[in-house]
Every structure is written in C-alpha cells, then in structure tokens.
C-alpha cells in the first residue's frame, strides 16, 4: 500500500504493544495483570444454559439489563453508567467525545501506556506530568488539558494516591478526570463517590481483572448524565455484544465469589512482597494485583530475560522512568514458588 494513502499522524506513531499472549499453555504467565483464578460458577452454569439462536438478534443497543445492574450496585442511576467493549473502548471514546482537535491529553508518567496511544491516534496535545521520584503523587499545578486519564491505582507503579489529592484535582481541573479504577477492588480505597458528585469527574472500571473475565471484554464508566449522554452518541450502534451482556450480568451478580479471590490474591501480595524484600528487592507498597519490583544484584531488563527463558513471564518497560523495574502480576500460590525460585536460582 502507497505510504501517502495513510494519515501523516498514523504513519509516524508506533500504536499500542499488548503484553504477550503466548500460546504454550506451560508457561508461568505473570505479564498482563490477569486474574489466575476462573471466573464464578454462576458464569460457567450461564455459558451452559445459553441459547446460541438469540444470537440471530442484534443485541440490546444500550445495555439495559447489565447497566440496570451496575446502577443498583453504585446506587445511581440508568443514565449515569456506560457500559464498553473493554475499558480500552470506553478511554477511545472519551477522546472522542471530550477533546476538540485543537485539545490535549493529560496522564501521569508513568500511568498506561495505552493513553499517550489514544493521544496519538487522535492526534492531539500529550500532556504529560511526571510522578515524583517515587513515583508518588504529584498535583499538577497551573495545567490545563482537555482530557485527564488519572489511574489510581496507578499502572504500571502500583500504589494508590492519596484521595483527598484526587478530590482537589477534580476540583481545581477544568476539563474532564477519568479516573481510571482497572484495579480498585484490589485496593482499601475508591473514588466512585466523586463520579456522583462532580460534574467533570468519570469513574471506569473493568471485569477484567477482579471479575477473572479479561477475555470477555466489558468495562463500564459512572458519570454525570451529560458525559454518559455524549458517549452514547458516539459509540458504535452495537458496542456491547449479546453474550458478553449476559454474562457480565452474572458476573456482577457474584461479588460475594470476585471478593474471595480477591482476599486470596492480597494474601499472596503480601507473601511474595516480603519473600522479594528478603532477597534484597526493593518492592512497592501495592494496592493492586501486581507488584512493581527493583531488582537488586542483576538488571530488570536481565531479570525479565532470564525469567523468560524459564517460561516465566513478567513484564518489563524499557525507558528512562521504567527501566529499573518489573511489574510482576500475582498468580496462584504454586506460579508465585514457581517465580520465587526462579528469582533465587537466577540472583
Ligand atoms: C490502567 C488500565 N486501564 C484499563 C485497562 C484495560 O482494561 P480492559 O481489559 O477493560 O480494556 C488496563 C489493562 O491492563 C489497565 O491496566
């Protein structure tokens, strides 16, 4: 295809790398913050029951049931959820929906490395701040974007910001806060309250990770009603297929079981933590279902190899705020003895 047939602005950005998806069942797969743990088996009894001829139908547009669900769960209402193909879906959307050609995104750095992507697809202003040397908080004073993507906890570092930071932000911003909650359920503290209360301020979170269902793809977003209002005006006709609306219904029809796993992987978050401190790793304090770890006597970049060819895969982002670290996703108990023996052999 001729070069000059694509966008200038795609032809010069890089898109999106996924964490590998390998398909040796053997490996120790510990770089996509997966959950380790299957599903409810409120979800394996409702792919039993279905009736594959309602898929001859186009499925609900707006996703009735399912967001009636999420509502009674946040105890808002109908018009305040949207529910997406995958929190990915909903991000693309709001750079759609809320940031004007001549307009920026705004995002910590380190955060997803999804957001300077979505920037770049739509070809507008990135509009980074730097998280302190610790990758603590920092409140970007005297800036403005269009668009801010506000992880918390944060990706790929871990730690959770303090939420009377997060509060004042969303004050002091002018334009919208997405606070992205891929991974709150994991964590002692939310801010979906502040999604109710500011008229600027969405809160998005996933069932990709607490819920065990990241192949299914649905993340939903709570705002207020004229935010929710323009996402329905942009999204595809049929954003949410059938299936995945029935089943993210089960889903969130079992917290009780998404809670127990959970507990389970906060319990190895704390084992693996202290046994990594012990080796003489610096390991940050997580609010998530992953650590971010500094290796010590080898390099992450080594580390992340030599874990590698052991069939243990962690991630690792190379550049100059991220090359110091892994990010190592918790696993069941037997993959976290898996990976800690590997560790100790390798050092
Ligand atoms: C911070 C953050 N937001 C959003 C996502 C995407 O989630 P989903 O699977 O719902 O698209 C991820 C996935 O890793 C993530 O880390």
Same mark, same amino acid.
């Given at each position: 295809?001729?070069?000059?047939?694509? =966008?200038?602005?795609?032809?010069?950005?890089?898109?999106?790398?996924?964490?590998?998806?390998?398909?040796?069942?053997?490996?120790?797969?510990?770089?996509?913050?997966?959950?380790?743990?299957?599903?409810?088996? $409120?979800?394996? =009894?409702?792919? %039993?029951?279905?009736?594959?001829?309602?898929? =001859?139908?186009?499925?609900?547009?707006?996703?009735?049931?399912?967001?009636?669900?999420?509502?009674?769960?946040?105890?808002?209402?109908?018009?305040?959820?949207?529910?997406?193909?995958?929190?990915?879906?909903?991000?693309?959307?709001?750079?759609?929906?809320?940031?004007?050609?001549?307009?920026?995104?705004?995002?910590?750095?380190?955060?997803?490395?999804?957001?300077?992507?979505?920037?770049?697809?739509?070809?507008?202003?990135?509009?980074?701040?730097?998280?302190?040397?610790?990758?603590?908080? $920092?409140?970007?004073?005297?800036?403005?974007?269009?668009?801010?993507?506000?992880?918390?906890?944060?990706?790929?570092?871990?730690?959770?910001?303090?939420?009377?930071?997060?509060?004042?932000?969303?004050?002091?911003?002018?334009?919208?806060?997405?606070?992205?909650?891929?991974?709150?359920?994991?964590?002692?503290?939310?801010?979906?309250?502040?999604?109710?209360?500011?008229?600027?301020?969405? #809160?998005?979170?996933?069932?990709?990770?607490?819920?065990?269902?990241?192949?299914?793809?649905?993340?939903?977003?709570?705002?207020?009603?004229?935010?929710?209002?323009?996402?329905?005006?942009?999204?595809?006709?049929?954003?949410?297929?059938?299936?995945?609306?029935?089943?993210?219904?089960?889903?969130?029809?079992?917290?009780?079981?998404?809670?127990?796993? #959970?507990?389970?992987?906060?319990?190895? %978050?704390?084992?693996?933590?202290?046994?990594? %401190?012990?080796?003489?790793?610096?390991?940050?304090?997580?609010?998530?279902?992953?650590?971010?770890?500094?290796?010590?006597?080898?390099?992450?970049?080594?580390?992340? &190899?030599?874990?590698?060819?052991?069939?243990?895969?962690?991630?690792?982002?190379?550049?100059? $705020?991220?090359?110091?670290?892994? %990010?190592?996703?918790?696993?069941?108990?037997? &993959?976290?003895?898996?990976?800690?023996?590997?560790?100790?052999?390798? #050092?």
């Amino acid at each position: 295809m001729k070069e000059s047939l694509i =966008r200038k602005s795609v032809q010069v950005m890089s898109g999106y790398v996924p964490g590998e998806q390998p398909s040796d069942r053997h490996i120790v797969k510990l770089n996509t913050n997966e959950n380790p743990y299957p599903p409810s088996p $409120r979800i394996f =009894r409702a792919i %039993r029951k279905y009736d594959a001829d309602k898929l =001859r139908l186009y499925p609900n547009p707006v996703s009735m049931n399912l967001r009636c669900k999420i509502a009674k769960f946040h105890g808002c209402k109908i018009e305040n959820v949207f529910a997406g193909n995958g929190s990915d879906e909903i991000l693309a959307l709001c750079t759609r929906a809320f940031v004007e050609d001549s307009g920026s995104i705004g995002y910590f750095n380190p955060s997803y490395s999804l957001y300077p992507v979505l920037a770049e697809i739509r070809n507008v202003q990135k509009k980074p701040v730097e998280l302190g040397v610790n990758f603590e908080w $920092r409140m970007p004073r005297e800036y403005k974007a269009s668009l801010f993507f506000l992880t918390n906890p944060n990706a790929p570092t871990s730690m959770l910001y303090p939420k009377e930071e997060v509060r004042k932000f969303c004050v002091l911003f002018k334009g919208v806060v997405l606070i992205d909650e891929a991974y709150v359920d994991f964590s002692k503290e939310h801010c979906m309250d502040l999604a109710l209360q500011f008229s600027n301020t969405l #809160v998005m979170r996933t069932l990709s990770k607490s819920y065990s269902l990241a192949g299914l793809r649905v993340g939903y977003v709570v705002g207020a009603k004229q935010m929710i209002e323009a996402l329905f005006k942009i999204k595809d006709s049929y954003n949410l297929d059938a299936f995945s609306q029935v089943i993210a219904f089960e889903a969130l029809s079992d917290i009780k079981y998404m809670k127990s796993n #959970v507990s389970k992987i906060r319990g190895t %978050r704390v084992r693996l933590a202290k046994a990594l %401190r012990n080796l003489g790793y610096m390991v940050y304090p997580s609010e998530t279902n992953f650590l971010w770890v500094r290796p010590s006597g080898i390099s992450a970049e080594q580390l992340f &190899e030599q874990l590698k060819k052991k069939k243990i895969f962690v991630r690792y982002f190379k550049g100059p $705020r991220t090359g110091n670290y892994v %990010r190592i996703t918790l696993g069941t108990d037997r &993959e976290v003895d898996k990976l800690l023996e590997a560790v100790s052999k390798i #050092v």
